[in-house]
């Protein structure tokens, strides 16, 4: 089955920076999805973003997508140390496994008050 | 408004004995419905999902297995742990290509 993998896999960066992550994955996909987690929690929800969309924002987020490189990138302005989290790309698959969601190892990232 | 249940929130249990972890969901119906196990400071391993009731889908080859009773419940099973069992395991849900929904998660430790 597919799978994202983030890159770094650890960030530490002080509070008002910026922060950038990246997403590859394998096959071609519905929608791509990004995901945080905090220590020993479940994970919530950030961004959706579809295969035909290349970019989208929510708040200080914003997530890219190049479907030609089966890339994404997540980046967080202006980082707090609320921030501080393991972040995770996910994945859908087209036809047999568009059901699965698959996720890649995360970013862990640290932000510095 | 949609929610997932998850329980218990920890659990330590002998090598050899069985296992019941439940999961379900309010608020919506016909859910895709998920059980992944994380391992420490690890990503997420789709164990199996599920697309309807009685429909079952496993990744991974293992000591578990999964079953779905009812339209919002999804329960992950063993018959006999291994210390091999211990994580984190993590129940969502989703409706057809949209975000997923997480539970809070079962910490397991076989010991």
């Known amino acids: 089955s597919q799978q994202g993998e983030e890159d770094p896999q650890a960030l530490s960066i002080q509070e008002g920076e910026n922060a950038t992550m990246n997403c590859s994955y394998k096959?071609?996909?519905?929608?791509l999805q990004w995901y945080r987690q905090n220590s020993g929690r479940g994970l919530v929800h950030l961004i959706l973003?579809?295969?035909?969309?290349r970019e989208k924002h929510s708040g200080r987020l914003r997530v890219t997508l190049d479907t030609s490189k089966k890339s994404s990138s997540l980046l967080i302005t202006a980082s707090r140390a609320a921030d501080t989290a393991s972040y995770f790309c996910?994945?859908?698959?087209?036809?047999?496994?568009?059901?699965?969601?698959?996720f890649g190892k995360g970013t862990k990232l640290s932000v510095i008050p | 408004s949609q929610t997932i249940h998850q329980w218990p929130a920890t659990l330590v249990q002998p090598v050899g004995s069985p296992l019941s972890l439940e999961c379900t969901v309010e608020?919506?119906?016909?859910?895709?419905l998920y059980w992944y196990r994380q391992a420490a400071g690890r990503g997420l391993q789709l164990l199996f999902y599920?697309?309807?009731?009685?429909?079952i889908s496993s990744e991974v080859p293992q000591n578990l297995s999964a079953s779905r009773p009812q339209d919002r419940q999804f329960i992950l099973s063993s018959k006999k742990l291994l210390l091999s069992d211990s994580g984190f395991y993590l129940c969502?849900?989703?409706?057809?290509?949209?975000?997923?929904?997480f539970g809070q998660g079962t910490r397991l430790t076989v010991v």
């Open positions: 996910a994945t859908d698959g087209t036809g047999a496994g568009s059901y699965q969601l698959t």
């Open positions: 096959t071609s996909i519905n929608n």
């Open positions: 973003i579809r295969s035909n969309e």
């Open positions: 608020g919506t119906s016909n859910p895709n």
């Open positions: 599920s697309v309807g009731i009685g429909q």
């Open positions: 969502a849900f989703s409706l057809v290509h949209t975000e997923a929904f």
